[in-house]
């Protein structure tokens, strides 16, 4: 099955207000930036996204979040955003903060079709008994908060029962892909690229190099093409386009 499709406005056409997204990458690396402008011109709102991060001001998801089209986010590090922050504090975003390797975990869970897991992260803290500021009011009292999650005894220990993630549609960037939809992924880019596509009811992967099915060996397949539905080929102006966070150099010694 040739799961190419034209473009990235051609990939995102049945994305609607109020979708649940999974976006892929971390920090700016290895993020679906054409598919994430691609939703930006098509203008839907409401959003409701879980991804490790929230891009930058002006790069990434902070384009759409700049837009106040994301209603919601489910991250774990939102610290290069100020935006994001202005938004959370002022009432106008919701966002739950988790554990970043039990959002990975939620998020293959999702995929893997489990339901839910117990894990030591977060217990004896706020993850576990709940009351972290989901959302404030506009005098900054706090609006929502999480709740309090089913903590289990095992061998002993205590563990916290988290909730596995699916969304509507999973975003995602690979380096290489086929038209039947598998994926390689380089280096640090295969962080939360794969664990979003499995979580997304509907795929879609944009990708460095489209080639033909069969030219990648079995073997150096990160994710199997039946979790994506949809890919797109980028251009190689924008298989380019990548940036980073924050630069930080020193002189050269002589």
């Given at each position: 099955?040739d799961?190419?499709?034209?473009?990235?406005?051609d990939?995102?056409?049945?994305?609607?207000?109020?979708?649940?997204?999974?976006?892929?990458?971390?920090?700016?690396?290895?993020?679906?930036s054409?598919?994430?402008?691609?939703?930006?011109?098509?203008?839907?709102t409401?959003?409701?996204?879980?991804?490790?991060?929230?891009?930058?001001?002006?790069?990434?998801?902070?384009?759409?979040?700049?837009?106040?089209?994301?209603?919601?986010?489910?991250?774990?590090?939102?610290?290069?955003?100020?935006?994001?922050?202005?938004?959370?504090?002022?009432?106008?975003?919701?966002?739950?903060?988790?554990?970043?390797?039990?959002?990975?975990?939620?998020?293959?869970?999702?995929?893997?079709?489990?339901?839910?897991?117990?894990?030591?992260?977060?217990?004896?803290?706020?993850?576990?008994?709940?009351?972290?500021?989901?959302?404030?009011?506009?005098?900054?009292?706090?609006a929502?908060?999480?709740?309090?999650?089913?903590?289990?005894?095992?061998?002993g220990?205590?563990?916290?029962?988290?909730?596995?993630?699916?969304?509507?549609?999973?975003?995602?960037?690979?380096?290489?892909?086929?038209?039947?939809?598998?994926?390689?992924?380089?280096?640090?880019?295969?962080?939360?690229?794969?664990?979003?596509?499995?979580?997304?009811?509907?795929?879609?992967?944009?990708?460095?190099?489209l080639?033909?099915p069969?030219?990648?060996?079995?073997?150096?397949?990160?994710?199997?093409?039946?979790?994506?539905?949809?890919?797109?080929?980028?251009?190689?102006?924008q298989?380019a386009?990548?940036?980073?966070?924050?630069?930080?150099?020193r002189?050269?010694?002589?």
């Amino acid at each position: 099955m040739d799961k190419v499709v034209p473009s990235a406005a051609d990939a995102v056409a049945d994305i609607a207000d109020n979708a649940s997204l999974a976006v892929g990458g971390f920090g700016l690396c290895g993020i679906p930036s054409v598919l994430i402008q691609a939703l930006l011109a098509k203008g839907v709102t409401g959003l409701d996204v879980a991804s490790n991060n929230c891009g930058v001001d002006d790069w990434g998801l902070g384009l759409l979040l700049r837009e106040k089209r994301i209603a919601r986010m489910t991250s774990s590090y939102v610290g290069e955003n100020k935006e994001f922050a202005r938004q959370y504090l002022s009432g106008e975003l919701e966002v739950e903060l988790t554990p970043q390797g039990t959002l990975a975990e939620r998020l293959r869970a999702g995929g893997a079709g489990i339901p839910a897991f117990f894990t030591r992260t977060g217990v004896g803290t706020q993850v576990a008994d709940g009351g972290v500021p989901w959302r404030y009011d506009d005098a900054g009292n706090v609006a929502i908060a999480s709740p309090p999650k089913e903590v289990r005894e095992f061998d002993g220990l205590d563990y916290v029962l988290e909730h596995s993630i699916t969304t509507d549609f999973g975003l995602v960037r690979a380096w290489k892909g086929d038209r039947h939809g598998n994926l390689v992924f380089r280096d640090s880019a295969q962080n939360f690229n794969p664990l979003c596509a499995m979580a997304g009811r509907v795929s879609i992967a944009e990708v460095e190099e489209l080639v033909e099915p069969g030219e990648l060996a079995a073997g150096e397949i990160h994710l199997p093409g039946i979790f994506v539905q949809r890919v797109v080929a980028l251009t190689p102006e924008q298989a380019a386009e990548k940036r980073i966070e924050r630069r930080t150099v020193r002189t050269k010694e002589a």
